[in-house]
């Protein structure tokens, strides 16, 4: 009972990353129709300026925890300014070409990591953690890691403020109604294309705040990171149907839970594969999820 | 810049071997129309004239294909060194290892062009076919120690099937999602690979081929020039097949999906079926040169499963001309030729007066390949190949 609560604890953290990771993705794809494989690039630049942050820009006689804090501030301005510099340098010009707009953020997101490796090397980096978040706090029983708490608390919170954001300000509505039907705003003389570089901005924050508490999460940076994040991203962005934040949440806690229960209770690497498989069963059992993203 | 993607697919239209079909697909009459009213007025009589002469001007068209074919497969035979651009002689054996493995990647890259080029699927999975075919290969090999006929057409029947399973889950979605998907299941693929399930797959290190098994032609230092006919054989058959394909009823109705889905759909067009075909032509050759790629390599790495191998192909199609057979296999040659190359470029004393970090940046191939890439989507979106053939165009003009 114990092993059951400490997994359900620890799936729920994990699903709070690619809440997280994916959240910023969905929004992107559902008013765009950007699959933004730059998003990767986002997580790397967030875990990295919080690396530099936290062992370089601000002295350790500080303490790591308020290190963190700040380091947690830079990754999500520098998300930002990265997604904001990229949709307008990059995905603005190809407005409209949506394979075009994903063949350029597959060679950013090649590209990005090339430069990270050129000048950082390709062996992970140790990131100092707080000592609190290492340890464990005993819950029920089961002793449970306190990171995944302070992961959980930052993706309801997150999602809460999207949430918020989408359905009490002005902005929500705009971008609620671009995603229900783009044309139609525009022809109501709304200006959607200030609209994207915003929600480009909100996803980049975002996937600079997913990079770096992941860095927390596995202890260390590393160029490939940002990949390897991304793709379970992709995939909760498709079960959760693409678009919708709630769908969003339910999927990354649904994949989160199954590929830690499966890993433990099957065998290593079969949780992995069952997210694929879940994948499968949601695109058998319901493809007309996805009907809104035939694009 | 709008203007200039829409010629674009407009000079692809205009393809000679898609003529006949292709001006019922090009019309921009309303869909519904079309069918009745073109069928009787391109009736049989003047298609077998102009099909005659195609034929002849197919022929001269087959030429320069053929003195490439030709000249590569004379260069086994050509001592002269090439400072700069290979490794020691042409005809030494890292040279020609080199020119193998960029001929194997030819021809994958023509293989996926099917998929992505002719049909216009944006698939992220095509690594997990080549990686099927490579990895049986070695394995039935190695592991059920079957002879090496046996073990090529286990890895070609069981990709093939990999992929008419895997295509069929796969695209109940479309667009973007289908990319999702298909990315989803090819991790899927490198995961198990990795994880070296019961020691099959030898995980991070790779599996290497049985070489008691091998013909000894095909293995050792010496033998190099024979895994380079090797290749190139390959992509000879590849490239034949994707010729044929594309003359084919089959090859229209990829085109014709290509250009425009829903219209093709209200044709009458078999969508679904053309799509899974375009999968399980481009699975089966790109298994196919999964097999070659072990054979020339001497056994499977798992970077063949990886997302980036994936990625990899994506970029070397478009970099060379998506559609177009010449494209991709530009593409795929000059891709692997540049990622294995340009790292000794980075050596070179030419970038010693930049600064450290600017130097750490370029010496990474992937870094060069991928910002060209970006510049190639926005500035010559139809590839080298495209580029080309619009200079051959203004220069026959003029």
């Known amino acids: ?244 934040l709630p769908g969003t949440a339910v999927a990354a806690v649904a994949v989160g839970l199954v590929q830690q229960l499966a890993n433990y209770y099957a065998a290593s690497g079969v949780g992995d594969l ?17 009907k809104g993203a035939l694009a | 810049m709008s203007t200039d993607w829409s010629e674009d697919t407009n000079e692809d239209r205009v393809r000679p071997g898609a003529q006949g079909r292709g001006s019922t697909m090009s019309m921009s009459s309303p869909a519904l129309a079309t069918p009745t009213d073109t069928e009787p007025s391109s009736g049989p009589a003047p298609r077998r004239a102009e099909g005659r002469r195609t034929r002849t001007s197919g022929l001269l068209k087959l030429l320069p294909a053929v003195v490439v074919v030709a000249v590569l497969a004379y260069l086994p035979y050509v001592p002269t060194e090439v400072p700069g651009l290979l490794p020691g002689r042409i005809n030494g054996p890292g040279s020609m290892q080199l020119l193998a493995t960029c001929l194997v990647m030819a021809g994958i890259a023509l293989s996926y062009d099917v998929i992505f080029g002719r049909t216009g699927l944006l698939s992220f999975g095509h690594a997990l076919f080549v990686a099927a075919g490579s990895y049986l290969l070695s394995i039935s090999l190695s592991t059920w120690s079957m002879p090496l006929w046996a073990s090529i057409l286990v890895a070609l029947v069981l990709t093939t099937g990999l992929a008419v399973v895997v295509g069929a889950i796969a695209l109940r979605v479309g667009g973007i999602a289908f990319a999702m998907v298909t990315l989803a299941f090819a991790q899927a693929a490198s995961i198990i690979v990795l994880r070296n399930p019961g020691g099959v797959t030898g995980g991070e290190e790779g599996k290497s081929l049985n070489r008691q098994a091998v013909p000894d032609l095909l293995v050792g230092v010496a033998h190099a020039p024979y895994r380079y006919w090797l290749a190139l054989g390959f992509v000879v058959v590849a490239a034949i097949v994707v010729t044929l394909l594309v003359r084919s009823r089959a090859g229209h109705a990829m085109a014709a999906v290509r250009e425009n889905e829903g219209r093709a759909a209200v044709l009458g067009l078999p969508v679904y079926r053309v799509k899974l075909l375009a999968i399980v032509v ?60 340009l790292v000794e470029v980075s050596g070179s004393s030419l970038l010693d007066s930049l600064p450290d970090v600017v130097r750490q940046v370029l010496s990474q191939p992937l870094f060069i390949l991928g910002i060209f890439f970006v510049v190639v989507v926005y500035f010559a979106p139809s590839g080298i190949a495209g580029l080309g053939a619009r200079l051959l165009r203004k220069g026959r003009a003029s």
Do not use: C
Request: charged content about 5%; overall charge positive; cysteine-free.
């Open chain 2, 282 to 341: 481009g699975a089966f050759l790109g298994g196919l040169g999964g097999i070659v790629h072990a054979l020339v390599l001497g056994g499977s790495n798992p970077h063949l499963t990886t997302t980036e191998f994936t990625l990899g192909l994506l970029v070397m199609v478009v970099l060379g001309g998506a559609g177009r057979t010449w494209g991709a296999l530009l593409g795929g040659f000059l891709y692997h030729y540049a990622d294995a190359r």
């Open chain 1, 1 to 244: 009972m114990t092993d059951l609560l400490l997994l359900v604890v620890t799936g729920l953290g994990l699903g709070a990353l690619y809440f997280l990771a994916a959240s910023g993705l969905s929004l992107i794809y559902g008013l765009m129709g950007v699959l933004n494989f730059a998003h990767g690039a986002f997580m790397m630049a967030g875990s990295y300026a919080g690396w530099w942050t936290m062992t370089s820009l601000l002295p350790s006689s500080m303490a790591v925890a308020a290190r963190l804090a700040v380091a947690v501030a830079v990754a999500i301005v520098v998300g930002a300014l990265v997604g904001f510099l990229v949709e307008v340098v990059l995905i603005r010009p190809l407005y409209r070409h949506h394979i075009q707009q994903v063949l350029v953020t597959v060679g950013l997101s090649l590209a990005s990591v090339a430069a990270a490796q050129g000048i950082w090397g390709a062996d992970p980096k140790p990131l100092p953690k707080p000592e609190w978040m290492s340890q464990t706090t005993e819950l029920f029983g089961a002793r449970v890691p306190n990171d995944r708490f302070v992961f959980i608390l930052v993706a309801v919170a997150l999602f809460l403020g999207l949430l918020a954001l989408l359905h009490l300000t002005q902005l929500g509505l705009v971008i609620r109604a671009g995603v229900e039907n783009r044309t139609m705003v525009e022809a109501l003389g709304i200006n959607v294309r200030r609209t994207f570089t915003i929600v480009f901005s909100i996803g980049g924050a975002a996937a600079g705040l997913a990079g770096l508490l992941y860095s927390q999460y596995s202890g260390t940076v590393s160029p490939a990171q940002g990949g390897s994040l991304l793709i379970y991203a992709f995939i909760v962005v498709v079960i959760g149907g693409m678009g919708s």
């Open chain 1, 274 to 290: 069952s997210v694929v498989l879940l994948l499968a069963l949601v695109l058998l059992l319901r493809p007309s999820a996805m």
